[in-house]
Nanobody, 121 residues
Framework: QVQLVESGGGLVQPGGSLRLSCVASGTIFTIGAMDWYRQAPGKERELVARRLSSAFTYYKDSVKGRFTISRDNAKNAAYLQMNSLTPEDTAVYYC???????????????WGQGTQVTVSS
């Protein structure tokens, strides 16, 4: 079984920065993709950034140049550095990981519990 634990959310003023962390644990053989999603009140969950094991990255247009996703494969971790935050970035941020379970050799697709990011003065 694979679990994700997120941390790093909080309250920040417009223009500020936050760094989110996501650490996977359990019976992990490999992780192919680690993503960050967010869901604002009354809105659907949306993909913010993706980082594949090949180092390919994807960013939602509205965060390009402000957010950076990175991974530490040795720690089964992903990070989201968020700079120049605006109130529109306020949401619950979720980490998602997809890979192969070492105990079952089956694919897994797991979500973290979410971490609240609030951008307000």
């Amino acid at each position: 079984q694979v679990q994700l634990v997120e941390s790093g959310g909080g309250l920040v003023q417009p223009g500020g920065s936050l760094r989110l962390s996501c650490v996977a644990s359990g019976t992990i053989f490999t992780i192919g993709a680690m993503d960050w999603y967010r869901q604002a009140p009354g809105k659907e969950r949306e993909l913010v950034a993706r980082r594949l094991s090949s180092a390919f990255t994807y960013y939602k247009d509205s965060v390009k140049g402000r957010f950076t996703i990175s991974r530490d494969n040795a720690k089964n971790a992903a990070y989201l550095q968020m700079n120049s935050l605006t109130p529109e970035d306020t949401a619950v941020y979720y980490c998602n990981a997809r890979g192969v379970d070492s105990s079952t050799t089956q694919e897994f697709d797991v979500w973290g519990q979410g971490t609240q990011v609030t951008v307000s003065s």
